[in-house]
């Protein structure tokens, strides 16, 4: 089966009412629309003497409020799609284009990302963090200031918001940084192994708030994960190995019910 | 385990291990190169020093005793390696008669001098007219009698006809005051003068003129065997100095009384040893700050890494690495990086020695390279403890792996802050160096004849102190403002950053504490350069200034005694290309009382053309500009040497009556001065007493206007060319002498110390100090930012937006490090210059700026500064995602 099998379902119509809380001016994509396209995207990495492909041609496509986990073993290949997906890294064979974005796709407010470990500027506060994209962005400080609360606020980090980063817990910091993707109303939330470095019970919470975050947002969440627990909330499952995109498969249940609020009091103090 | 592990360092982190190896390095070739320095001018001191002396012994015969004996004893000691039998007659006065007029002087000396004389000892007596051998008669006793080669001088003794030798030439005796010393008698007993007249005839016309005396008078006459002794001596002036003392006083015990030794290469070595003295408080003034630098830096560069030791002793400790494991991996790494610190230091520091001293030694023997290369490693390996060993310890003894996988950052204010401990340093910084002050600034004792010398190192503790306190202050207020500035800040980086320029400054703020490291480290590397630098130009511009006093000017045309040269003569010798300019200076003799001493006859209006003339040489009465304004205004105006001050108990407006030559009647008339103020020091003029008069006012006075020596003014340019061109338009008639034959030749032994390499060693180090402290310390802190800058660059920072990060923090290390460098340099220049007052000679008037110097040092550390910054924005846009990931 060819990888542009597998393009994205959409299994999301629910969500559509939340587009329209898209910031102005910023491009918004139509439930079907394709946001991220793979044509034959491969990737080698090495000297010429010794090359490792770590992707092969692969092609597919992400569409809007898509939800989709990249599974697979350490080195299989998933992260790479999952940079490639982002724009991090160029493709050696094939395109990655992003049809729904005007700009390059790391440009803040298109596609948010969440990597492995934290990753929050240490000099800056909590809150600081959040608004710094928006700011990059040439949002005002008023509008970067208020969205930032707002974001802190759904995740309820607002008590956190003046402490730095060194002084959180991994999941807390994890949150931190999905409230800083939330803030700033990405088109698509792409995390790579988001919860590898968690515990269990912070894995799933963390997940809770990744999901919830992009319902908010209305956006397309991939994770690269090799947790099948993780992989199992996602509606869609790439299966990846030796750097080849396998056949979609199937989800049997979603093995713990989407949160339906924030109301995570008990996360509050972190792991 | 350790060999894996070092293996593995140097593999993939080897800029952790050259880092903090280069720092060792800079302290110990630092170390090592000033070692080197100071051995070199120990030896350079001894050399000069022997050099100077024209006769090493004058071996006074006893009276009574067999002077062939004596003479015997000395030749036939190992140590000696030429001797001569030299009479002394003691006269009642000279007297000659010229153009019609006869002229009387004074007591003198008459000197039986054997041929060969001359040959062995070739400083002792300077032909300066006629012939080189026969009878001479000294310069003063030829200006006083009028006389020149040809003219009849007759001698009166005591009792006894006259006897009347013909003048075969006029000599200088540059050394007369050694030559006529009191042999035996202690420093007070010594005549304050040499003879104003003497003649010399060769030994045979000397015996026959002395037996008569000698059979009369025989306390009037005596002998002396004058030898040349070895010069094989230790590099040291103070062993130097024992070595000679001990053989003169073994060829006295030898003479079982018979002689006494005037022991003039002692008295050399003597003074030199107060010199080398100097020498090392220079080292330790000038080398000690750098090493000190170098050991900080090393420690920066160290603690840059010590994040990535820590987690790396914490995944070992998981791993079940036991303590004492860790341990001996720490040791390891810290003498591996101690042992390329120290091999490259001392390859370096041997280059420099190559390039800098012209010997790859640091020492003038083997024992001082030795142990100057002993000392210079085990400083390196000190600095490898503290700055390496010590911390890491800390960190396995006292760290827990939770711990060690946190970061967490106190802003906890350092005790020394708390408990003021920098104002403390500093007050009592300006305390001591008020203290010292108000000793003179004497910081070495080596009294005469005594082997001890005292050295007030007390006095290190003001420099010190000030550099410590001034360096903590800064920190203090340096944290102060970045603690508090964050708001301005922010307005200053908004317009590169925009609003992001806010969240810049608090996050500057915030990483204050590497901020205010690298910007102490920057203060301190360049008052380190900008203090050195301007003690190294003071000093030089004093050496230029002794050596211009000596000589007069860049060039000087000194006229033949007895010749009348008029002033008119400057115009022609203006016309020689290259000339600037040039002016006259009358040479008199005069009495004051019994005394007679030289004066200067100056155009105080124009003088200042063609020489230099510092405030210091002036003690009362005004500055230079005032004083020879005040010669101008009152032509009757003098200016005396402090001696003579105080043995006439003068006081400002007093008059003096000085007695001069008449130029046309060939007599001493008295001529009437007021006493407006003390010189010390004078172009031309001898390091004793001597005046300072208006030229036209003696001229009137004494009806001739003869010249004694042109100062011609070059500019500094083509000095040697210019002198030869003069050379050849006055001929043999005049000598001339430039200023760079002179530089070498002046001065004290310490300015004979070479200060050249000293300054190429020293400012070359204060330069790579500097660009360490702006580049390598604003580089390790950046590098430690990377991350945040890729994470920056992922969430969509554009260029701009980076730069307000990088500018932001190298513009608060550059700006604080700069005004604080700049302010605390001026205060140790200022500082060194006063404390090492003895240094100088002639003491300085006033600072001199290397503006080149320092411009190069200001384009140096902003270039680094720059290359860092653009270094740094260059590469946080690459691996975006291995930077990010790297946690």
Request: with cysteine; proline share 5%; charged share 15%.
């Amino acid at each position: 089966m060819q990888p542009s099998d597998i393009a994205g379902t959409d299994a999301a119509g629910a969500h559509a009412h939340r587009l329209s809380t898209a910031t102005a001016g910023t491009p918004r994509a139509v439930l079907g629309q394709p946001l991220i396209s793979c044509a034959g995207a491969g990737r080698t990495f090495g000297a010429r003497g010794r090359p490792v492909v770590a992707l092969y041609d692969t092609t597919c496509t992400i569409v809007a409020d898509d939800r989709i986990a990249i599974t697979g073993p350490s080195g299989s290949g998933k992260s790479t799609l999952l940079h490639l997906l982002a724009g991090l890294e160029e493709p050696t064979v094939g395109t990655v284009t992003w049809p729904a974005l005007d700009r390059r796709p790391h440009d803040p407010g298109h596609v948010g990302l969440v990597f492995q470990a934290p990753t929050l500027i240490p000099s800056l506060t909590v809150a600081e963090n959040v608004r710094l994209p928006l700011l990059l962005a040439g949002h005002t400080t008023a509008t970067a200031t208020a969205r930032a609360a707002a974001a802190l606020d759904l995740l309820q980090l607002e008590p956190l918001g003046l402490d730095l980063p060194q002084q959180l817990s991994g999941g807390q910091a994890q949150r931190v940084v999905i409230a800083r993707v939330l803030a700033s109303q990405p088109l698509a939330i792409l995390a790579d192994e988001p919860t590898s470095q968690l515990d269990r019970a912070t894995a799933d919470h963390v997940m809770d708030v990744l999901l919830q975050a992009a319902d908010e947002a209305g956006a397309a969440l991939v994770v690269a994960t090799h947790d099948q627990s993780v992989a199992g909330r996602m509606a869609q499952n790439w299966p990846i190995s030796d750097g080849r995109l396998l056949a979609d498969e199937p989800v049997p249940s979603l093995t713990r019910p989407r949160p339906t609020a924030f109301g995570l009091d008990d996360w509050r103090t972190g792991s | 385990m350790t060999r894996l592990w070092l293996a593995g360092l140097l593999r993939r982190q080897p800029m952790r291990i050259v880092g903090a190896a280069i720092g060792v390095a800079v302290a110990v070739a630092l170390l090592a190169s000033l070692g080197a320095f100071l051995a070199h001018a120990k030896a350079s001191m001894t050399a000069r020093a022997i050099d100077s002396v024209a006769v090493d012994w004058q071996v006074q015969v006893g009276s009574g005793a067999d002077p062939a004996a004596v003479a015997k004893l000395v030749a036939g000691l190992p140590s000696v390696q030429g001797s001569r039998t030299v009479g002394f007659a003691d006269v009642s006065g000279f007297s000659a008669s010229t153009a019609g007029t006869t002229q009387t002087t004074g007591a003198g000396v008459v000197l039986g001098v054997p041929d060969g004389y001359a040959a062995l000892f070739p400083g002792e007596i300077r032909t300066l007219a006629g012939s080189g051998s026969g009878v001479l008669l000294a310069q003063q006793t030829a200006a006083n009698l009028h006389a020149a080669p040809g003219t009849k001088v007759t001698i009166s003794k005591a009792g006894l006809p006259p006897t009347t030798f013909t003048v075969d030439g006029v000599v200088d005796l540059p050394q007369a005051n050694s030559l006529f010393q009191k042999v035996g008698a202690p420093p007070g007993a010594q005549p304050s003068a040499p003879p104003d007249n003497v003649l010399l005839l060769p030994s045979r016309q000397y015996r026959s003129f002395v037996a008569p005396l000698a059979k009369n008078r025989p306390d009037l006459a005596y002998t002396q065997v004058h030898a040349k002794v070895t010069h094989a001596l230790p590099a040291d002036p103070a062993a130097a100095y024992t070595a000679v003392t001990g053989a003169a006083h073994n060829l006295e015990a030898a003479s079982t009384g018979a002689a006494t030794v005037g022991d003039n290469l002692a008295a050399a070595l003597d003074a030199a040893r107060g010199d080398a003295a100097y020498a090392q408080i220079l080292f330790l003034f000038l080398g000690l700050p750098g090493a000190v630098l170098a050991g900080l830096l090393t420690a920066t560069v160290s603690a840059a890494s010590a994040e990535r030791r820590r987690r790396e002793q914490a995944l070992l400790r998981v791993r079940g690495s036991s303590q004492r494991q860790l341990l001996r991996l720490v040791g390891s790494e810290a003498a591996l990086i101690g042992a390329i610190g120290c091999g490259i230091g001392l390859g370096a520091a041997t280059a420099l020695g190559a390039i800098a001293f012209g010997s790859p030694s640091f020492g003038a023997t083997a024992r001082s390279a030795v142990l100057w290369a002993g000392l210079a490693v085990i400083a390196g390996l000190t600095i490898t403890v503290a700055a390496i060993l010590l911390p890491a310890r800390r960190d396995v003894k006292e760290h827990t792996v939770a711990a060690d996988m946190e970061q967490v950052v106190t802003h906890r204010s350092p005790g020394w802050s708390r408990y003021g401990i920098d104002i403390a340093a500093l007050a009592t910084g300006f305390v001591v160096f008020w203290a010292v002050g108000r000793g003179g600034y004497q910081l070495v004792l080596a009294p005469e004849g005594v082997p001890a010398i005292s050295v007030s190192y007390w006095a290190l503790a003001a420099p010190a102190l000030l550099w410590a306190g001034a360096a903590l202050v800064i920190w203090r207020l340096v944290d102060l403002l970045l603690r508090h500035g964050r708001r301005p800040l922010g307005r200053l980086l908004h317009p590169i950053g925009g609003d992001t320029a806010t969240l810049v400054g608090s996050s500057i703020s915030r990483l204050r504490r590497p901020l205010v490291r690298a910007a102490v480290l920057l203060t301190l590397a360049i008052a380190f350069a900008i203090s050195t630098a301007t003690f190294n130009a003071t000093y030089a511009a004093q050496a230029e200034a002794d050596a211009q006093l000596t000589n007069g000017a860049d060039v000087t045309v000194t006229e033949s005694p007895g010749s009348a040269a008029s002033p008119s003569y400057a115009r022609t010798l203006a016309t020689i290309p290259g000339v600037a300019a040039v002016e006259p200076v009358q040479h008199r003799f005069a009495y004051v009382g019994s005394d007679l001493q030289d004066l200067y006859g100056v155009n105080p209006t124009s003088i200042r053309s063609a020489t230099a003339l510092q405030d210091s040489y002036f003690q009362l009465g005004g500055t230079a500009a005032q004083l020879m304004h005040t010669l101008d205004l009152r032509p009757d105006s003098i200016l005396v040497s402090a001696e003579t001050v105080k043995d006439y108990q003068l006081t400002l407006g007093d008059l003096i009556n000085l007695r001069l030559v008449d130029g046309r009647t060939h007599q001493q008339i008295t001529v009437p001065f007021h006493y407006v103020g003390v010189v010390a020091e004078f172009p031309t003029a001898p390091k004793d007493s001597f005046f300072v008069a208006n030229a036209r006012y003696v001229a009137h006075r004494t009806g001739s206007d003869a010249v004694g020596a042109f100062l011609i003014d070059t500019g500094g340019h083509n000095v040697a060319t210019v002198a030869d061109r003069v050379r050849n338009v006055v001929g043999q008639g005049a000598a001339v002498t430039d200023i760079a034959a002179v530089r070498g030749t002046v001065g004290s032994s310490l300015t004979a110390v070479d200060l050249a390499g000293l300054t190429r060693v020293e400012l070359s180090f204060a330069l790579v100090l500097a660009a360490a402290s702006s580049g390598l310390v604003l580089g390790l802190g950046m590098a430690a930012r990377r991350r945040s800058l890729a994470i920056m660059r992922a969430l969509g920072a554009q260029r701009r937006h980076l730069s307000t990060v990088v500018v932001g923090e190298a513009g608060v290390v550059g700006v604080a490090g700069a005004i604080g460098g700049v302010a605390l340099g001026v205060l140790l220049a200022n500082v060194l210059v006063k404390v090492l007052t003895g240094v100088f000679d002639p003491p300085p008037s006033q600072i001199a700026v290397p503006w080149s110097y320092l411009g190069a040092l200001a384009i140096l550390t902003a270039a680094c500064l720059v290359v860092v910054s653009a270094g740094t924005l260059r590469v946080a846009t690459r691996n975006l995602l291995g930077v990010i990931r790297r946690f």
